[in-house]
């Protein structure tokens, strides 16, 4: 069926380290793609988005490319802050406009 | 000013307990949806509509029922509230394209 995985749970970082955040989706269709941010106490937010091959996303320094030979989207910041620390969920868009979520993934940014 | 608004923030109840957890929005969206939110699981679409007096099933339906009543209102009905059902409930808000969706801020539920 639709699904969407993000491998890491909890990514541990310190100021200005390089982000990498891993999401895989299964290949049915040809789905748009999504990450989305959540800060403590507050409800997800669109982040952005990407709905064809080699399309690239970008948002607030992060940034995402769809890749279909690969199935992914990964999430990348070049140099993170103790401000982006959140959890972060990886989606894709299904028939009737149904979101499907990934697991989430917790970055945590030291100072 | 807030465009999804959800009350309550807070809600304990027991098992077997009604509950409605109510959604507004001012975002002139068509479309709604009812998510639960459970670590380990991510956020889990439980019904949905593309209008007043509309209701699509989602993901995890079992056990819940939902009404929209207008454009702005969302209500997700629990008439017989179980533990399994303890959760950080969120309502959002979306465009017919449903390319961005629109989160409130949650309703923590607990059942007793």
């Known amino acids: 069926g639709d699904s969407v995985t993000q491998t890491e749970g909890q990514v541990a970082l310190s100021e200005e380290d390089f982000l990498t955040i891993h999401c895989n989706y299964s290949?049915?269709?040809?789905?748009?793609l999504f990450w989305y941010v959540q800060y403590p106490g507050e409800g997800p937010q669109f982040l952005f988005r990407?709905?064809?091959?080699?399309e690239k996303g970008s948002s607030r320094g992060f940034e995402a490319t769809y890749d279909k030979g690969t199935t992914s989207f990964h999430l990348r910041k070049a140099s993170v802050q103790e401000s982006d620390s959140a959890v972060y969920y990886c989606?894709?868009?299904?028939?009737?406009?149904?979101?499907?979520f990934g697991t989430g993934t917790s970055l945590l940014v030291d100072p | 000013e807030a465009a999804v608004t959800q009350s309550p923030r807070n809600k304990v109840t027991v098992t077997g307990g009604n509950v409605t957890l109510s959604c507004r929005q001012t975002?002139?969206?068509?479309?709604m949806y009812w998510y639960r939110q459970d670590t380990g699981h991510g956020l889990r679409l439980i019904h949905y509509?593309?209008?007043?007096?509309?209701?699509q099933i989602g993901d995890v339906p079992d056990g819940y029922k939902a009404t929209r009543t207008t454009q702005e209102d969302f209500f997700l009905l629990l008439e017989l509230a179980s533990p399994s059902q303890t959760s950080l409930y969120f309502c959002?808000?979306?465009?017919?394209?449903?390319?961005?969706?629109?989160f409130g801020p949650g309703t923590r539920l607990t059942v007793l």
């Open positions: 290949a049915s269709g040809y789905p748009a």
């Open positions: 989606a894709r868009i299904n028939m009737g406009y149904k979101l499907t």
């Open positions: 509509s593309y209008g007043a007096g509309n209701l």
């Open positions: 959002a808000s979306s465009d017919p394209l449903g390319y961005e969706q629109y």
């Open positions: 975002n002139s969206h068509n479309y």
């Open positions: 990407a709905s064809r091959d080699k």
